[in-house]
């Protein structure tokens, strides 16, 4: 096993990144939280259609390293580590390519937080989530911000206030993840869903995914016509021309470069 702490693999369209601390169950420490952002920041300038977020053994991440977080003493320290945590899951949200968590084992409060910022996630049947901080007095604010954003308000307090785990399957219930697969078919069925976005216009989806984002905290109609400028941008892209022809001359679209 490599010594570094995010492992960067290339398979044609797709990037994955794996986060490669097994033995603490690839707890988002300061070097891990910002090993990521350098990984993922260099993935967004690839040319890759998708990238994968993925934890290295059994466990997908156990959230923030707790033996670092006790060690600490001041505010600025703290407010050190949170920050980092922010920026790591802004700029998932920021990249251009759809990121896709595969989630085998525990994903627990900012692991949790981590699979929620993701755009789109699978689950090994085996996965299990929970935001667990209120067991030890420490309320999972910040995982809370993902977590509400994806699962509807009780579903989130319920997860919050209990700190209970949740399996893969209910996770899917509520939207936390997109598919559970038994899990020997993790990997591929998490390649085969990335393949599936890559084969789309790179360019469509990279114009898509932020306008996604700021409508969702846009009133209606605020929200319609911001939408409406960004159709106006995306028809007059040269995707958006290839595809159109191509659908109605019932072939095979031939898409640019994601620029």
Avoid at 16 to 33: I, Q, V
Avoid at 34 to 39: Q, R, W
Avoid at 54 to 76: N, V, W
Avoid at 123 to 134: D, H, I, K, Q
Wanted: aromatic share 6%; net charge negative; hydrophobic share 50%.
């Amino acid at each position: 096993m490599s010594d570094e702490l995010v492992l960067m693999v290339e398979r044609g369209p797709l990037v994955e990144l794996t986060m490669n601390r097994p033995g603490n169950r690839n707890a988002l420490s300061r070097s891990m939280l910002n090993a990521l952002s350098v990984a993922l920041s260099e993935a967004g300038r690839s040319a890759a259609r998708a990238v994968i977020l993925s934890g290295a053994g059994d466990q997908f991440c156990a959230g923030h390293d707790l033996r670092e977080l006790a060690a600490l003493t001041e505010p600025e320290e703290y407010r050190a580590v949170f920050d980092d945590c922010v920026n790591l899951m802004g700029i998932i949200g920021e990249l251009p390519q759809p990121v896709i968590a595969k989630v085998q084992g525990v994903a627990t409060a900012a692991g949790c937080q981590l699979v929620a910022a993701c755009d789109l996630a699978v689950a090994s049947e085996n996965a299990r989530f929970a935001t667990p901080g209120v067991n030890i007095g420490l309320f999972c604010s910040t995982p809370m911000v993902a977590l509400a954003r994806n699962v509807p308000r009780k579903h989130a307090l319920e997860m919050l206030l209990t700190g209970e785990f949740i399996d893969a399957v209910r996770a899917r219930q509520i939207g936390l993840v997109n598919r559970v697969v038994a899990a020997e078919q993790l990997a591929a069925a998490t390649e085969a869903f990335a393949l599936k976005v890559a084969e789309k216009s790179a360019v469509a989806v990279g114009i898509g995914k932020p306008a996604f984002y700021r409508q969702l905290e846009m009133p209606l109609l605020e929200a319609y016509r911001y939408t409406a400028a960004v159709m106006v941008s995306n028809m007059l892209k040269d995707d958006a021309r290839e595809g159109i022809d191509a659908f109605l001359n019932k072939r095979q679209p031939s898409w640019g470069s994601s620029s």
